[in-house]
């Protein structure tokens, strides 16, 4: 199985508005009760015209569950019910607000204290390789990063056990040469990383 990096919507007004079905909660959440009550909120809001499947709607917690903004009564069952964290509530209420630097203060701590490898909720990777912290130490180093650079990193990583230094500077000597950074086939589809997007809409990214 190796690296998975939850592919579903990282919106940032989805994300609030599914962060607010358990924020408004206060406790433990059945999957049937969010699907109801994310589905009034996104019509409402105008982001969908009607009622999808209900998959779809289980499948916006995942970058939440993902940061530890959200978690599960039972992490093995992926019917279990969720509740929203401590870090979840502070999120939310940052957001409302648009106290932008509390955010990013919140994320830097959830990034230095949480693991992003085996056995993250949200998705089920099999590696060691925690790709927010890769992302974002990436960016420090070589200064920013293409989603198809970090792709290519990945694989590099993932697939030939390279060390993050080798990689970023394979990296640089490609761009130093004028050719854009592509990954593999196989590395592609870390190309489109949407726990990435979702902390440029938080603004920790730009």
């Not at 609030?16 to 059945?30: G, I, R, S």
């Not at 959200?70 to 069952?77: A, L, R």
Request: with cysteine.
């Amino acid at each position: 199985m190796g690296l998975v990096i939850p592919k579903c919507n990282a919106d940032s007004k989805t994300l609030d508005l599914t962060l607010k079905v358990y924020y408004e909660a206060k406790d433990w959440v059945e999957n049937s009760t969010l699907i109801d009550k994310l589905s009034s909120y996104l019509i409402d809001a105008g982001i969908e015209e009607q009622k999808k499947e209900p998959q779809s709607y289980t499948k916006k917690t995942q970058v939440l569950s993902y940061y530890g903004l959200i978690e599960w009564e039972d992490p093995n069952n992926n019917q279990s019910r969720r509740r929203i964290t401590e870090d979840g509530k502070r999120l939310y209420e940052y957001r409302k607000i648009n106290d932008v630097q509390s955010i990013k203060i919140l994320l830097l701590d959830i990034l230095g204290t949480r693991t992003f490898g085996r056995n993250v909720l949200g998705c089920d990777s099999d590696s060691d390789l925690e790709a927010p912290n890769i992302f974002l130490k990436s960016c420090m180093l070589i200064k920013d990063l293409t989603n198809k650079e970090f792709g290519y990193i990945l694989g590099k990583m993932e697939y030939k056990k390279m060390e993050l230094g080798d990689a970023l500077f394979d990296v640089v000597l490609q761009r130093q040469k004028g050719i854009t950074v592509q990954p593999d086939t196989a590395s592609a589809k870390w190309s489109d990383p949407k726990p990435i997007l979702a902390f440029v809409d938080w603004g920790s990214l730009k």
